[in-house]
């Protein structure tokens, strides 16, 4: 009846095509009226088209919360990470000042005695204090 073609599918067959699918297949062909320019649903096939909608919205709802959450845990974990690593190497920049002030108290030292340490005692002495 509808010789009107868009593209290489007309509307009746895009319908007839729509109805082999959910949320439309367990229904018969007289829940939905294809007329020339609009498509007519009778209340049950409306009211099933209407569940299928208010779930898709539901899923992409929890899709983006889903995003939007682990966005947020990733940002947290990349700042505790930098922290981390900042606390780290200023803790490693300390212990490595500290050694070296105590090499150099250790050189001075042994320059000062007589000379009889040997070399890894003052190591010893530099690293360790004692």
């Known amino acids: 009846m509808d010789s009107r073609n868009y593209g290489v599918v007309s509307i009746r067959s895009l319908c ?4 082999a699918e959910p949320p439309f297949a367990d229904h018969p062909m007289e829940s939905i009226k294809v007329g ?4 007519f649903l009778m209340p049950q096939a409306f009211h099933n088209l209407e569940l299928n909608r208010s779930d898709k919205l539901c899923q992409a709802d ?3 919360q889903k995003l939007w959450r682990s966005h947020v845990a990733e940002r947290a974990f990349i700042i505790t990470y930098c922290c981390i690593l900042m606390l780290q190497s200023n803790s490693r920049r300390l212990l490595a000042q500290k050694l070296v002030e105590n090499m ?20 010893r002495l530099a690293r360790f204090g004692c």
């Open 16 to 19: 007839h095509f729509m109805m």
């Open 36 to 39: 020339n320019t609009k498509v």
């Open 62 to 64: 929890i899709h983006m």
């Open 104 to 123: 150099r108290n250790a050189n001075h030292w042994q320059a000062e005695s007589s000379g009889t340490q040997n070399s890894s005692s003052t190591w």
